[in-house]
């Protein structure tokens, strides 16, 4: 069975700086994906990881992928309030002869104060 | 016009009740999911189908059904819903190949009293 775990759950930091969040998954894969929910909206994705070494920048985050070490992170550098959200990362096992469908991470919240 | 449909968007039922949740999507894609969302715990998915012919289940499909009516329309049924089906339900689509990225609707949020 598919695990997926992220850390921190929760995180208050203040603008301007530099944070990352981890993502580890307990079976092979080669498919990764970031999403940011705001509160009552729907999943926004943020960033599709398809190979080991895959490095993604968007902005003020910037998410890689270790297949061999089944890790992700995205990182928030020099953050600002409006990156307050929910984030998740989910991995699709289909890739490594699993079932269809995402299994996600119970989500980071994270709070950006001024 | 938003490329994933969810009707209806806010639900209060009572225990018992037969409900139903309908999604559409104009993206042409051929996969379409079920997840439902409870605070804390991310999402798990409840059913899935590649199309119209190949349903499959999910991590927690105990108390649902669904229905491929088309490629763009995927529905989820609660038989006889109770209170622990209180949820935010998101219907998502993906391609079949390439990077499978899915791309969800609005959310329905759920309440079984």
């Known amino acids: 069975e598919l695990k997926v775990e992220q850390n921190p759950l929760f995180l208050s930091m203040q603008e301007g700086k530099n944070y990352t969040i981890y993502c580890n998954y307990s079976?092979?894969?080669?498919?990764l994906y970031w999403y940011r929910q705001d509160p009552g909206k729907s999943l926004e994705s943020l960033f599709v990881?398809?190979?080991?070494?895959a490095v993604k920048q968007e902005g003020r985050l910037m998410a890689s992928l270790d297949t061999k070490a089944r890790l992700s992170t995205l990182h928030i550098t020099a953050a600002v309030h409006d990156l307050s959200a929910t984030y998740f990362c989910?991995?699709?096992?289909?890739?490594?002869?699993?079932?269809?469908?995402?299994?996600f991470g119970k989500g980071t919240h994270l709070i950006i104060q001024p | 016009d938003a490329d994933v449909t969810q009707t209806p968007r806010n639900r209060i039922t009572k225990t018992g009740k037969r409900i139903m949740l309908e999604c559409s999507q104009t993206?042409?894609?051929?996969?379409m999911y079920w997840y439902r969302q409870d605070p804390g715990l991310g999402l798990r998915l409840i059913y899935y189908?590649?199309?119209?012919?190949?349903?499959n289940k999910g991590e927690i499909s105990d108390g649902y059904s669904v229905s491929r009516q088309a490629q763009a329309k995927f529905s989820l049924s609660l038989e006889s819903a109770i209170p622990n089906q209180t949820a935010l339900y998101f219907c998502?689509?993906?391609?079949?190949?390439?990077?499978?990225?899915?791309?969800f609707g609005p959310g329905t949020r759920l309440t079984v009293l």
């Open positions: 189908s590649f199309d119209v012919k190949d349903i």
């Open positions: 079976t092979t894969s080669d498919r």
């Open positions: 989910a991995v699709d096992a289909f890739s490594g002869g699993g079932a269809d469908g995402l299994t």
């Open positions: 998502a689509t993906s391609k079949g190949g390439g990077a499978r990225e899915q791309f």
């Open positions: 993206k042409g894609h051929d996969r």
């Open positions: 990881l398809l190979s080991n070494g």
